[in-house]
């Protein structure tokens, strides 16, 4: 059996939204017409991929990595002091005593021998020399250094010119009146006389002439 379907007539809701729908195309397609773009609303961003590109910026630094706990620290080694620059060191002085007497032990000193030398004689003044003649026209002076040998008696044993006056009869006028007439007091040793060498200066002066 053939079923025919019945054409119900549009309601008023229907026919205002009919209508709408036709303003609203009619008012699309004008706009176009003019150049106008009816933007477009979007729904909210994905969080998830607005976070990642943010970690993803080029302007950020690099995440710091925490300092690791595990790796040995190096010290540096002290160096050497040179050996120049080393304190001074004290020595440690050791002192001994040894004896000095004989082999007794006994400590005793040696005593030293009590020397003395030559001196003049108060009793017998040294004589001045005659003034060579030759000397005195010329109006010549001068000096003879003497190196005299006394005797264990006092008396001169030899002599001789240390430093000549530039004369020689007054360097031979000297020695033969120190051989001739001098005698001075001995040296001695423990009070006991003994032979010496013993230096002295003559001098020639023309007040002195005889």
């Known amino acids: ?13 229907g026919r205002m939204g009919v209508v709408v729908s036709m303003h609203a ?18 729904g909210p961003p994905d969080i998830t991929t ?4 943010e970690q993803r910026r080029p302007d950020d630094p690099p995440p710091v990595a925490p300092p690791r706990t595990d790796v040995p620290i190096w ?3 002290p160096e050497p002091v040179p050996a120049d620059q080393d304190p001074p060191v004290k020595e440690k002085v050791i002192t001994e005593t040894r004896p000095t007497g004989g082999e007794s032990g006994h400590g005793s000193a040696i005593p030293q021998p009590q020397i003395m030398g030559v001196r003049i004689d108060a009793r017998h003044p040294l004589t001045q020399p ?5 000397r005195i026209r010329f109006n010549d002076e001068g000096a003879v250094d003497l190196e005299i040998y ?4 006092g008396r001169v044993g ?3 010119v240390l430093k000549t006056s530039g004369f ?3 360097d031979r006028a000297a020695l033969q009146e120190a051989r001739r007439s001098w005698r001075l007091l001995p040296a001695t040793r423990d009070g006991q006389p003994l032979a010496q060498w013993y230096s002295l200066r003559v001098v020639f002066k023309l007040q002195n002439a005889r």
């Not at 059996?1 to 809701?13: D, I």
């Not at 607005?50 to 590109?53: A, E, F, G």
């Not at 005659?130 to 030759?134: D, F, H």
């Open 25 to 42: 195309a009619l008012l699309l397609l004008l706009m176009r017409g003019m150049g106008i773009r009816i933007p477009v609303v979007e």
């Open 130 to 134: 005659p003034y060579p003649s030759a």
């Open 168 to 170: 020689e009869d007054f």
């Open 50 to 53: 607005t976070v990642i590109d």
């Open 1 to 13: 059996m053939a079923v025919t379907a019945e054409k119900r007539p549009l309601g008023a809701v």
């Open 150 to 153: 006394v005797l264990p008696d």
């Open 75 to 77: 010290m540096p080694e």
């Open 158 to 160: 030899d002599a001789r």
